[in-house]
C-alpha cells in the first residue's frame, strides 16, 4: 500500500495560483494512476484530474480543463497540482489518491488517499 501525503493548500485571491503537492511512501507512484479530487462543503468528492500510469496526455474534468494540470516526478515519488486562474467555487478540500486503474475517474477506482489539503479561493 502506497501512502500519501497533501501539502501546499492556502488561501488565495481569485485569479491566482497554487501549487499542491502528494508526496508518496511505502510504494514508488510509478505503476499507478495518480489523481486529484476535492470535496467541497456539503457536495460530495469530485474527480479532478489524473495521469495515468500507462503515459499519454492527463485527463481533467471540464470544470479544471485549461486551467489545471497535473505532473508527476517518480524520482522524487511526488505528484504536483497546478492550478491557474482560481475560481471561488474551486474552493475544497484536495485529495491526492492512487490507483491501479488506466483510466479512473470515480471515487471507488482509488484504493489509497491522502489526508486532504484545504484550498480557499476568495472573491
Known amino acids: 500500500q502506497v501512502q500519501l501525503v497533501e501539502s501546499g493548500g492556502g488561501l488565495v485571491q481569485a485569479g491566482g495560483s497554487l501549487r499542491l503537492s502528494c508526496a508518496a511512501s511505502?510504494?514508488?507512484?510509478?505503476?499507478?494512476?495518480m489523481g486529484w479530487f476535492r470535496q467541497a462543503p456539503g457536495k460530495e468528492r469530485e474527480f479532478v484530474i489524473y495521469?495515468?500510469?500507462?503515459?499519454?496526455?492527463?485527463y481533467a474534468a471540464d470544470s479544471v480543463k485549461g486551467r489545471f494540470t497535473i505532473s508527476r516526478d517518480n524520482a522524487k515519488n511526488t505528484v504536483y497540482l497546478q492550478m491557474n486562474s482560481l475560481k471561488p467555487e474551486d474552493t475544497a478540500v484536495y485529495y491526492c489518491?492512487?490507483?491501479?486503474?488506466?483510466?479512473?475517474?470515480?471515487?471507488?477506482?482509488?484504493?489509497?488517499w491522502g489526508q486532504g489539503t484545504q484550498v480557499t479561493v476568495s472573491s
Open positions: 489518491a492512487a490507483s491501479t486503474y488506466s483510466r479512473p475517474t470515480y471515487y471507488a477506482d482509488y484504493h489509497s
Open positions: 495521469i495515468s500510469w500507462i503515459g499519454g496526455s492527463p
Open positions: 511505502g510504494r514508488t507512484i510509478g505503476t499507478y494512476t
